[in-house]
């Protein structure tokens, strides 16, 4: 069993809707949660980073953190097909050698016009 | 304001021959990663540097190897590549280890293609 579980999608949307990915993870030990975004064909781009459990949002994007049930969450608001990509959840632990990341396998989103 | 750059973006080589892909960056971090991802999988980590401390991943295959001649440049050498290591190959950085509120940040990726 993986570490972190990510659903491969692909999540196809309309435009304008709200575009939910989540991961599940096993190691409770996880304490820093983000989210990365990756074009086709290019390096992954951090957007979200929140440390232990809440909410944390930034424009469209909220993302929401509950160690309880090891789950993390992205909210896309008012989805535009510029943010079609694939999203990489990551995590690390507290003094991470390395600060070491654990990923997802990532989710991809089409939205469509 | 590029923050991480690769060179070259895609590489073409044949197999069994050495090939090195290289990483800048302009953010001073001491610390450099080399990621290894293939079509639609999750990066896997091949091995970082903590300033000229290096640290390999156990199952990073010997073929590969790097350098960090200072701390704004990394390079990844792949002494005998074989058609499995065609991949999208990243750098990465982050500002320092075992700081709390800390992150790493990528470059593009150099797409590499084994004949």
């Known amino acids: 069993q993986k570490e972190v579980e990510q659903d491969p999608g692909p999540l196809s949307v309309p435009e304008g809707a709200i575009v939910s990915l989540n991961c599940t993870y096993s190691?409770?030990?996880?304490?820093?949660f983000m989210w990365y975004r990756q074009y086709s064909r290019k390096g992954p781009e951090l957007l979200m980073y929140?440390?232990?459990?809440g909410n944390k949002e930034d424009g469209r994007f909220t993302a929401q953190v509950d160690k309880s049930s090891k789950y993390i969450s992205l909210f896309i608001r008012d989805s535009q097909p510029s943010d079609s990509a694939t999203y990489l959840c990551a995590m690390r632990r507290v003094k991470a050698a390395g600060n070491k990341l654990t990923f997802g396998g990532g989710t991809r989103v089409l939205v469509k016009p | 304001d590029a923050m991480v750059i690769q060179n070259p973006r895609y590489q073409v080589t044949q197999f069994g021959k050495p090939v090195t892909l290289s990483c800048s960056q302009t953010?001073?971090?001491?610390?450099m990663y080399w990621y290894q991802q293939k079509s639609s999988q999750a990066p896997k980590l091949l091995f970082h540097?903590?300033?000229?401390?290096?640290?390999n991943e156990a199952d990073t295959p010997d073929n590969f190897q790097s350098r960090r001649p200072n701390t704004s440049f990394c390079f990844l050498d792949i002494r005998s590549p074989g058609l499995g290591d065609a991949a999208m190959y990243l750098c990465a950085t982050s500002r320092d280890r075992g700081l709390e509120a800390d992150t790493q940040y990528f470059g593009p990726g150099t797409r590499l293609t084994v004949l």
């Open positions: 929140t440390y232990s459990s």
């Open positions: 190691n409770s030990a996880f304490q820093y």
């Open positions: 540097y903590y300033d000229k401390d290096f640290n």
């Open positions: 953010l001073n971090h001491n610390v």
